[in-house]
């Protein structure tokens, strides 16, 4: 079993849906979590860091963290279809030394 | 686009040839770090330099190996290259006090024939 589990999807919506992505994870000890877009052949790009469990809004996106049940989200509101791409959750614990460890990834289609 | 940089685009090689990876952080990055993505591991660390000295090491092959210079750039050497080596190569770095906030490069695409 891997330590960060996410749907690999796809997830297809329509335009202007409220898209919500899940990454479920093993390791107690993650603190800090992170979620990023990545298009085709493109690195990531980083959307969302949170520490510690809450929620975190920025623009269309929130973050949520809920540690006790090991579950973390991602709100996408008004989907655009500049929204597609692969999202990926990602978490680290300080005392491994900072690397992250990923979520296999969500692919997100918007259909016009 | 995140202020990291890397060489080249993409790479095709054969077989137990090696090949040299480099990656420039963002300005004032002190931490620069090396993951490999591949369709059926996903993206996995490979290795931490913070200010020229290894910090940390993921399951990264002893055909692999890496350095950070005084000017901070890093490179990622991998030899005796398997066709299993052919993945996308990707550099991140992060601010000074916020080492789990990495932004990534473009990456390498590498080829193995």
């Known amino acids: 079993q891997k330590e960060v589990e996410q749907d690999p999807g796809p997830l297809s919506v329509p335009e202007g849906a409220i898209v919500s992505l899940n990454c479920t994870y093993s390791n107690s000890a993650f603190q800090y979590f992170m979620w990023y877009r990545q298009y085709s052949r493109k690195g990531p790009e980083l959307l969302m860091y949170t520490y510690s469990s809450g929620n975190k809004e920025d623009g269309r996106f929130t973050a949520q963290v809920d540690k006790s049940s090991k579950y973390i989200s991602l709100f996408i509101r008004d989907s655009q279809p500049s929204d597609s791409a692969t999202y990926l959750c990602?978490?680290?614990?300080?005392?491994?030394?900072?690397?992250?460890?990923f979520g296999g990834g969500t692919r997100l289609m918007v259909k016009p | 686009d995140s202020g990291v940089t890397q060489t080249p685009k993409h790479l095709i090689t054969a077989t137990g040839q090696r090949v040299t990876l480099r990656c420039s952080p963002r300005?004032?990055?002190?931490?620069v770090y090396w993951y490999q993505q591949s369709l059926d591991q996903g993206l996995q660390f490979l290795i931490q330099y913070y200010n020229g000295e290894e910090r940390a090491k993921g399951n990264i092959l002893e055909r692999f190996s890496a350095q950070q210079f005084p000017d901070l750039h890093s490179e990622l050497n991998l030899s005796s290259l398997e066709l299993g080596d052919s993945a996308l190569y990707f550099c991140?770095?992060?601010?000074?006090?916020?080492?789990?906030?990495?932004?990534f490069g473009p990456g390498t695409r590498l080829t193995v024939l």
């Open positions: 991140a770095s992060s601010p000074r006090g916020r080492v789990n906030e990495q932004f």
């Open positions: 990602a978490m680290s614990d300080n005392n491994a030394g900072n690397m992250l460890t």
């Open positions: 300005s004032g990055d002190l931490s």
